[in-house]
């Protein structure tokens, strides 16, 4: 009975030397790719038994199975992030696990200038390859994606904060909008909330303010100038006769107004409608937004673009019909979205 428990004892010592010099050998071996680069893209959440054969099919691994327990035994497998993975052949596949549960490949860089409309965001996001304009303005339809990121339900204009952004390719659409909602949260935060509050401003119409200051003006020392109009203008009950709200909703390169488009009655035109328009009419920047709850202390109700990208500014209609004469031209009137007259 002793020599046949050794013997079972030996057969299976023998037998877990086996497995795992077999192992071994399957970690410690190069994949059958022999030479370049490939890249893997990991999604978000991904489990790491897709991940596997994934890795088989690229050429990376010869057998799935033990890397997976490697992974699953190293812990290695909770580690693992989501983007994409660029692999130089030969590769050992303890050296791919390590890998994946490293940081990414550097990602993708976006520019997301001040100013733009939600469109024109989407279709730069798409120009890069991070998804399609298709993909991107169906989550932003979807009520219960803006309801979850505290998104007004007229959606997400005004919210999709100009930055500079690193994106992996293999992000999805839904998290790519969500990292520029994250950041406006982040900007316009607590001390601008409550001084929006202090001017008894909801948060929507302060971001709707800042669009337009937005808009009005890249000049940073007038920002808080043409706030200070937009503010006395609606404690006055006056029109704010905002130049880029007749604007918004064009195709982009057509800046020419008419007094016709003045009096065409659209929602965001506040030439027609009284107050704010319904939603902001560009996603602003950090100062426009700061801008917004902190109005000059001034008391003028016009201005008007001097030609020079900066504006001429006045208390009393007279003076700004004169400053118009002198600034603008007879007949047709050209804008730029930051060359508008408030009150003309």
Not at 20 to 30: E, H, I, K, M, R
Not at 115 to 131: K, M, N, Q, Y
Request: proline fraction near 7%; glycine fraction near 8%; aromatic fraction near 6%.
């Amino acid at each position: 009975m002793r020599r046949r428990l050794r013997n079972v004892a030996l057969v299976g010592l023998a037998a877990a030397v086996l497995l795992v010099s077999a192992g071994a050998f399957v970690l410690y071996v190069p994949g059958p790719k022999r030479s370049g680069t490939t890249t893997v893209s990991i999604a978000e959440g991904e489990g790491f038994g897709r991940i596997a054969d994934r890795l088989l099919a690229a050429g990376l691994v010869r057998h799935p199975l033990p890397i997976v327990l490697w992974a699953r035994l190293s812990g290695q497998d909770r580690q693992v992030g989501w983007g994409e993975y660029t692999f130089h052949s030969p590769v050992r596949p303890v050296d791919v696990v390590a890998r994946l549960a490293g940081l990414p490949d550097p990602v993708h860089q976006v520019t997301i200038p001040e100013g733009l409309t939600v469109a024109e965001s989407v279709t730069l996001l798409a120009t890069h390859d991070l998804g399609s304009e298709e993909s991107f303005r169906c989550v932003l339809e979807d009520p219960r994606f803006l309801y979850s990121l505290d998104l007004p339900p007229e959606g997400a204009e005004g919210y999709l904060f100009p930055d500079t952004y690193t994106f992996p390719r293999s992000m999805s659409a839904e998290r790519v909008l969500k990292m520029l909602i994250d950041r406006f949260h982040e900007q316009f935060d607590d001390a601008l909330i409550e001084r929006a509050r202090t001017l008894g401003l909801s948060e929507h119409e302060a971001v709707t303010i800042a669009s337009l200051i937005e808009e009005e003006t890249s000049r940073a020392e007038e920002r808080r100038i043409v706030s200070a109009v937009f503010h006395n203008r609606l404690r006055r009950g006056m029109r704010l006769q905002s130049d880029p709200t007749v604007l918004y909703g064009r195709l982009a390169g057509d800046r020419r107004i008419t007094r016709r488009d003045l009096r065409t009655a659209t929602p965001h035109n506040t030439y027609v409608i009284q107050g704010l328009p319904p939603t902001p009419i560009a996603n602003p920047g950090r100062a426009s937004l700061q801008a917004a709850v902190e109005p000059a202390p001034v008391d003028y109700l016009y201005f008007v673009a001097k030609g020079d990208g900066t504006h001429q500014f006045s208390t009393t209609l007279s003076a700004h019909q004169a400053a118009v004469r002198r600034h603008q031209r007879p007949g047709r009137r050209v804008t730029s979205g930051s060359e508008a007259s408030a009150g003309s």
